[in-house]
């Protein structure tokens, strides 16, 4: 079945639809741009075809480009990848400048034909291209709908025609937030902002589509940038206001990308570039960049990570086979700030959920937080008054565990203590049906040992949130040793139901996150005991593309509970425990209670209103600093091989069983490097026989923890890497 189907009426008017079969958004691969091709080839042909109207016959227009087109590309090119990635680029840039002119007289531009784009939903990407050369776009007026070029959050830009026509369309200042932050907006405000021209009645879109071909003059065809005396809005690079455009987004790309990301990079040279010169010299411009950017391992990890194999965990890529297990009741004990997130993403998914905790008083304050979060949404246009009433509605605050009755889930997000997580166990099991499964939301105690509180240890089964629960996107599902595979499913498709993304790991001190969290910040407290300025220690991490230098990020945590967890490990590992020397610098912090953000003071200095001033001057008179500093690569070696060093560990023990869920959940979960793509593609990136190679330099001047593990040595002496020693594993990426 073809992916665009065309049909004339008797008006002359020649409706292109896409409706890819098969699938619940459309995508655009080769063989569905060559059929759109021939379709406009046919209907500007035809002397009995008026005008052209491009829809969907789907909800929603396109999601975008399928990215294994890339890849395709690439191998149809053999040994000059290059070459084949350029010219397949241009091949889409062909195909819409022909859209564009349609059939123009080259000099005159007359005699084109109009082609119109009617969009009933989201379009994103190249669904987004495509219509930005159509002469007019109307969109549904649907307030779900995403408008908008997202293709810098996974790596790359917009790369066929829509960087080079939106920077034409609204200058190069209003189209930033769309190009270099990859802003979405609804049909409203993407007409505001002049990204689309209509926004009309979901029931009105192609009659008012056909309305306006059927009206169209030839002036109304040629876009402005084919138009004699066309200026770039705002102005090109030369004129004085362009110039300061540029010196200003130079500046700012530069400072939010640490210069880590290529893409931003090279879309504001294929902007600056382009508008110096015309139009379809600019788009043969921007296809260079595009490539340039395509052919960096960045870009290719990027997209794999954050792209293909997100998507693929997101639909069950490490499901048991087992019957659907979708909530519609939840139970949440706890309501403190974890219990209440996941109230609140829950009732907002639509699921009815019994919010729990010792006082109603508490259960009160917990479902107070969605409200909260309700109002700023309102504040923001993102919510209704009316979708406010109905969350809220969803979610019963009270102190009374038969309430649960019903709940074919429940977590329990109680403080991290085995015996209260007990105890709430067992009183939401009296009451629960013996096919409902419970989950703890603990971040460190091994599910095992929790589960023997439980009656069901085979429906017993970790599922752990991270702060800010409304935010963050990775969900860490953690199989105790008797878990069985429904409560997997369960704890799978309760994800899938609140639209976060979760990996599967099995049951180990700190499962995964956090056992690479905890090393990258005690490194970073480490080398302060050592005399490393702390300034020094921060911005090398920022520098390299961690979101937080390890400082900040204790900060943020709290002081106190890195000594919780250090008092707790330390009881744990006995003899064998590594880390005093964290710990000297930890507890001195404590002790002078420099408890991190929520005290006002931490590694950091804070002002009355909370806000980071600087970091706190008094670390140089505890933890002098030494007068030869380390360079600056030798400090992000120690911070980067720390974390993927215990990712590796975690690959080779068993506890991860996928490396996609180890890469994607570096990313999401605490934002590891993403312009890597995660530990094991960035392994992969700088070879395994080289990581290797550092690390015995590393372990050599600082200590075993750096000693590289079996695996990696394995790897780097077959001359393989993780992707393609895994790669039964990961065939769906």
């Keep these: 079945m073809a992916d665009f189907t065309c049909s004339v009426d008797a008006d002359g008017i020649a409706t ?98 109009p082609i119109v784009a009617a969009l009933p939903g989201t379009a994103l990407g190249i669904g987004l291209e ?10 549904a007026d649907n307030p779900k709908a995403k408008i908008g070029l997202p293709e810098i959050l996974v790596g790359i830009f917009p790369g066929a025609g829509g960087t080079t026509r939106l920077v034409r369309k609204l200058g190069p200042m209003a189209a930033s937030p769309f190009l270099l932050e990859g802003k979405l907006s609804d049909p409203q405000r993407a007409k505001a902002a002049g990204i689309i021209d209509e926004v009309v009645a979901p029931d009105l879109l192609l009659a008012r589509a056909k309305e306006w071909v059927l009206a169209a003059t030839e ?21 004085p206001a362009g110039f300061m455009t540029f010196v200003g987004a130079s500046a700012m790309v530069l400072g939010k990308t640490m210069g880590v990301y290529p893409a931003a990079k090279a879309l504001l040279s294929a902007v600056y570039e382009g508008a110096l010169v015309p139009f379809d010299t600019a788009l043969r411009i921007e296809a260079r960049w595009f490539t340039h950017v395509l052919m960096n391992p960045s870009s290719s990890a990027m997209i794999r990570s954050l792209f293909i194999n997100k998507a693929a965990l997101e639909k069950g890529a490490n499901r048991p086979q087992v019957a659907d297990q979708k909530v519609a009741k939840l139970g949440v004990l706890g309501a403190g700030m974890m219990g209440a997130g996941i109230a609140h993403v829950a009732a907002s998914s639509g699921i009815q959920v019994i919010l729990i905790d010792a006082t109603q008083e508490a259960a009160d304050r917990g479902k107070a937080h969605s409200q909260g979060l309700l109002d700023k949404g309102i504040k923001r246009g993102k919510v209704t008054a009316d979708e406010k ?27 991290e203590d085995p015996k209260v997580k007990a105890e709430v ?34 429906q017993f089964i970790g599922i752990h949130f991270f702060s800010p629960v409304d935010k963050m996107m990775l969900v860490e599902i953690i199989k105790g040793r008797d878990t069985g595979d429904t409560a997997v499913a369960k704890a799978l498709d309760f994800v899938r139901q609140i639209r976060k993304t979760p990996i599967v790991v099995n049951d180990a001190r700190f499962f995964y996150a956090n056992r690479c969290i905890i090393p990258y910040i005690n490194e970073g407290i480490r080398m302060v005991a050592e005399g490393v300025e702390p300034a020094l220690i921060e911005n090398a991490a920022k520098l390299v593309g961690l979101p937080l230098g390890p400082l900040q990020l204790v900060d943020e945590t709290s002081i106190d509970l890195g000594v919780k967890i250090a008092k707790a490990t330390r009881a744990a590992m006995g ?50 600093v030494a007068q030869v500093q380390p360079e600056l690569t030798e400090v992000q070696h120690r ?90 594993a990961v065939q769906a990426a």
């Design 16 to 113: 292109i639809t896409w409706d890819v079969p098969g699938k619940s958004m459309n995508v655009l691969n080769l063989e569905g741009a060559a059929e759109l091709e021939a379709h406009v080839d046919s209907a500007l042909a035809d002397p009995a075809v008026a005008g052209v109207i491009l829809t969907s016959g789907k909800k929603d227009f396109a999601g975008g480009m399928d990215l294994n087109v890339i890849a395709k590309m690439k191998e149809s090119a053999g040994t000059d990848p290059a070459q084949g990635l350029f010219d397949g680029i241009m091949r889409f840039h062909a195909l819409e400048r022909k859209i564009e002119l349609a059939g123009m007289d080259p000099r005159t531009k007359k005699g084109g034909k």
């Design 130 to 139: 495509i219509p930005l050369a159509c002469h007019r776009i109307f969109a």
């Design 219 to 239: 002036a109304d065809l040629v876009k402005p940038w084919d138009q004699k005396g066309y200026k770039l809005p705002g102005g090109a690079p030369y004129h």
């Design 389 to 415: 009433a109905e969350v809220l509605a969803r979610i019963t605050a009270t102190a009374d565990y038969a309430a649960l009755s019903g709940c074919e889930l429940v977590i329990e997000a109680v403080f």
């Design 425 to 458: 166990t067992a009183k939401a099991e009296a009451v629960l049906s013996e096919t409902a499964v419970f989950a703890t939301n603990t971040s460190t105690l091994p599910i095992s040992d929790l589960a023997k509180a439980s009656r069901r240890p085979a």
């Design 575 to 624: 003899d064998a425990y590594p880390d005093g020397a964290v710990d000297t610098v930890l507890f001195a912090m404590a002790d002078r209670a420099r408890l991190g953000r929520k005290a006002g003071a931490g590694f950091y200095a804070y002002d009355d209103a909370g806000k980071r001033t600087g970091l706190w001057d008094g670390l140089s008179d505890l933890w002098p």
């Design 639 to 728: 911070m980067l091989f720390v974390q993927v060093l215990e990712a590796v560990r975690a690959l080779e023990q068993g506890v991860l069983t996928d490396i996609r869920e180890g890469d994607v959940g570096a990313i999401l979960g605490w934002g590891f490097c993403p312009w890597s793509g995660g530990p094991f593609s960035w392994l992969d990136m700088i070879g395994a026989e080289t990581a290797v190679q550092i690390c015995d330099r590393l372990a050599d001047a600082h200590g075993p923890r750096f000693a590289a593990p079996g695996l990696l040595r394995e790897i780097a002496a077959d001359g393989d890497s993780f992707y393609a020693r895994f790669a039964t």
